[in-house]
């Protein structure tokens, strides 16, 4: 079994993933030496911020705070009042009085986390990126960079120092309705993403984050992203090597760049609850990357290991099970009698005296190191709150997100005297455009945010000469997402007829986690004849997609003429896609997924070369792709690029290579169209032969060049050798002696590598 072989293998202890500070250690040891049985199992809680609000949700009852706090001695709260994002001043001034109750009763401050997906999205003037998968869709790392930065200062601002950010899922199941909160299908992308958001999230430090950073909770650890039914928080049956290979390579990487958090996988692997999962757990995480941070449970998942899962018998057996398994935080957010049990549970020998010291001290620690001792509370002016800088960010990555997938005869750009008519469910709403995890959890954004354009708003703004029907429109009486009202379509055929083009603006409503479930990943029937009617008026449509996930369009398709995909891009994404439609902006966005054409057919781009295979002579073409409505990487410009001389070289030789070199990558590319644009340029390497069926191919390194018309830049990449390596029937690393190839842009270089390393750690 490979999860076993991996962690039996590497019996010497690595390098620390987080170096140790002794400074810190000291400060540990001493508040957990003083501390009584009763405070350290409260430290192991965390409740939701409901358990302490008064009868208005909007305040604190001091009473409760002081049962909470006081008397279970609770360690940490989460969320918002009222499920509803508050002011800056409100979200400080309720912490606050939470630490100085901490501090009074208990002397340890309390540690405040709020789910911060896309910027600072729970506070009402905070700044709102685009989601993690639009942002996937520049590949432009410079984006996950000032995201993550905006939201740990604009968070720290008001007195939150852990935001439970960034979402790690590979979105490789186009029926998850979580996918829009990754940054998309690919483990390399997300992993260097996820890097970049962590690090700015973080600062350099992680044993000192100052008061501009915030700790990050990795999530979900891991596998969360593909369960077998398509359904939220259902069980994944995942290959063990694919495990290791695809799905724990992003975690990996923000674990050996400082991660101080992570949050449990809410499901089941093969079988196993993750937050029972002891190998996965304590084996993978803490033991094989020698990691002193901390594991917290998601939303009342201890409980899901009784109520839902089966494998304890009730709720005292669930939390020693998770505790032992390595969990040491449970997100219990109703019940505080949870520290009860622990004490409980202590006493009876059923959780060590060690095994709960040492998930005190990674709480503990958390809170040394993001300096809550020395400051439980803070004051600065914090003069970026808000800023134009912020606002400008983001509008540049929805720009650079908005992916132009087909313009039949170029349509686009939109001629500026032409009579628009804009109709679709999603052209006049700001909640479309941002999804969950917006001011609400289910969204919320035209409450909240009124001073931002929709797309009927940003159109308006741009063209003179815009109309608009919605024909059909969703129920904004519920947070029902899927409500559809179609007995507008006549009215918006009719409006349709008297215009030049149609932008036809479908797709999906706000939903987050299991409400967001579906059982039909079609686009839905009322939006398909919509568009339907409005293309048999004989009028050019551009069809705008604003939704999480790609929901299969194969039958429409034909009927348009252009096709857009801005997908989730938040508060300024009406603003730039009518920049794009005018060509006041470049498109250069590219699809982090893969859009499936057939309900049966729901590939990755990295599917396996025995999955699909060209009859001609028997020969594998390495190029071609499945039958897909459109394949990862793919999207268009207004300009047009060349590749030319890609070279590969390791050492002094280009046709072979050895498992410690490093693979020199170089390729030219040429704008030659006549504007301006952007390329994102990506590189893949193909394994030719192996001893497991390889895949098709592997994202390797990409990057984002600026190209002026005519202008021809160099660009180039170093790919270690091991990059290529993949985990073996035998559950070890492994790079074999043979050919391989390197793609980019449609050209190839085929090379060899001459001879075969197998690695006894479980990481390389």
Known sequence: MLSATLFSCNSNKPAPAIPADKAVEAQVEKVLKGMSLEEKAGQLVQLNISVLEDDTHEAIDPAKLDKIIGQYKVGSILNVMHDAAHSREHTAAMVRQIQEKSMEAIGIPCIYGLDMIH???????????????????????????QMGHAMAYETRAAQVPW?????????????????????????????????????????????????EHCAVSLKHFMGYGVPHSGKDRTPAYIAENDLREKFFAPFLECFRAGALTAMVNSASINGIPTHANALLLTGWVKEQLNWDGMLVTDWADIDNLYVRDHVAADKKEAVAMGINAGIDMIMDPYDPECCTAIVELVKEGKISQARLDDAVRRVLRLKVRLGLFDKPVWDGAYPEFASKQFADESYAAAVESEVLLKNEGDILPLKETARIF?????????????????????GSADEFAPQYNTILEAIQNRFPHVSYEPGVVYDETSMAWQNEDASGIAKAVAAARKADVIVACVGENSYCETPGNMDDLNLSAAQKELVRELAATGKPVVLVLNEGRPRLIGDIEPL?????????????????????????????????????????????YDYKVSEHRETMGGSYNYD???????????????TDFAYSNLSVVAGADRQSFQPGDVLKVSVDVTNTGKRAGKEAVLVYSSDLVASLIPDVKRLRAFDKVALQ????KTLTFEIPASALAFVGADGRWRLEAGDFRISCGGLGVQLRCTETKVWDTPNI
């Open 119 to 145: 910027g600072a999205s729970y506070l009402i003037e905070g700044s709102l990126y685009p989601q993690e998968i639009n942002l996937g869709a520049t590949f432009n790392r410079k984006f996950a960079r």
């Open 709 to 712: 018309p005519g202008e021809t």
């Open 422 to 442: 804009v109709t679709g469910p999603n052209a006049n709403s700001l909640r479309a455009l941002n999804g969950g995890w917006s001011y609400r959890w289910q």
């Open 560 to 604: 348009v003429q252009a096709v857009v995909d801005v997908m989730l891009p938040s508060n300024f994404g009406g603003d730039a896609l009518a920049a794009l439609l005018s060509g006041d902006e470049n498109f250069s966005g590219k699809l982090p997924f893969t859009y499936s054409k057939h309900i049966n057919a729901l590939h990755t």
């Open 163 to 211: 935001v439970f950010s960034p979402v790690m899922d590979l979105g490789r199941d186009p029926r998850w309705p979580r996918i829009w909160e990754s940054y998309g299908e690919d483990p390399y992308l997300q992993a260097e993403m996820a890097r970049e958001e962590t690090l700015a999230i973080q600062g350099d430090d992680p044993n000192h984050v100052d008061l």
């Open 624 to 638: 071609a792709v499945m039958d897909v409505q459109w394949p990862f990487g793919y999207g268009l410009s207004y």
